[in-house]
């Protein structure tokens, strides 16, 4: 075999070896799911009760998260959960979300409806000089974080 002829078959060799390699991830990266959004996002978070903090329910349904549903369709975020970052752990019982519409989570005692629902807590959950809200959905998949102050 010739310089010239081995040449050419190295090239030939290097390309299908490319090919192949460019085909496999190519077939890896079809293969995955795509990750697909969620329309529930967080909205206003009220982390600062106004006023004292005396830990009277007036005061712990003042400190609150909104979460909305900025989608076209209803969500039922049933099983879902809402987390600071010392764990405390609030998991949504059968609500449904409606298109465009918001649900206040508070952090006191009160009576849920489809607007304002209430923790049950005799304490401050969201910490004023900093924490972090992070939503999950029923299967444990991040749908929303927020950050706030000092980390």
Do not use: C
Request: no cysteine; hydrophobic share 35%.
């Amino acid at each position: 075999m010739s310089a010239r002829t081995t040449t050419i078959s190295r090239v030939v060799t290097l390309a299908l070896a490319a090919g192949l390699a460019t085909a496999t991830v190519s077939a890896s990266a079809a293969a995955k799911p795509p990750v697909r959004r969620s329309p529930v996002v967080f909205g206003t978070i009220q982390y600062d009760s106004p006023g004292r903090d005396d830990r009277s329910q007036r005061s712990l349904n003042a400190e609150w998260v909104t979460v909305t549903n900025t989608g076209r369709s209803a969500v039922n975020l049933k099983g879902w959960t809402l987390t600071d970052r010392s764990h405390h752990t609030y998991t949504f019982h059968n609500l449904r979300l409606a298109a465009h519409q918001s649900v206040r989570v508070h952090t006191g005692i009160g009576r849920d409806t489809s607007r304002d629902v209430y923790q049950g807590r005799r304490d401050y959950v969201w910490n004023n000089n900093g924490d972090t809200a992070t939503l999950r959905d029923n299967h444990g998949n991040v749908i929303a974080a927020r950050s706030w102050g000092r980390h």
